[in-house]
Nanobody, 124 residues
């Protein structure tokens, strides 16, 4: 059974930084693309960033390009989301997700599994 455990959320002032981590278990981590999604109150869940199995391909939503960086360490079964220059509109619950495939194809992949989420709150 796949389990995804996010950590690193919290409260930060606008302009600050946070680094989210997600440790995966249950199937061969290095075989699957990974991603981060977020859901703000009253809004639908949206894809924020994704990374292919080998880290060579990435995807970012327009709203976070230039501020967020997704990376992975296959030796640690962990994917990261470095978030810089945070804005109040980045406030949301952030979810880690594991794809059913290895690659990205012109956008975020479809996901099989999701974590429980971690809250990120950016104050103005």
């Amino acid at each position: 059974q796949v389990q995804l455990a996010e950590s690193g959320g919290g409260l930060v002032q606008a302009g600050g930084s946070l680094r989210l981590s997600c440790e995966a278990s249950g199937r061969t981590f290095s075989s699957y693309a990974m991603g981060w999604l977020r859901q703000a109150p009253g809004k639908e869940r949206e894809s924020v960033a994704a990374i292919s199995w080998n880290g060579r391909s990435t995807y970012y939503a327009d709203s976070v390009k230039g501020r967020f960086t997704v990376s992975r360490d296959n030796g640690k079964n962990t994917v990261y989301l470095q978030m810089n220059m945070l804005k109040p509109e980045d406030t949301a619950v952030y979810y880690c997700a594991q794809s059913r495939g290895s690659y990205l194809h012109n956008g975020p992949p479809e996901y099989d599994y999701w974590g429980q989420g971690t809250q990120v709150t950016v104050s103005s």
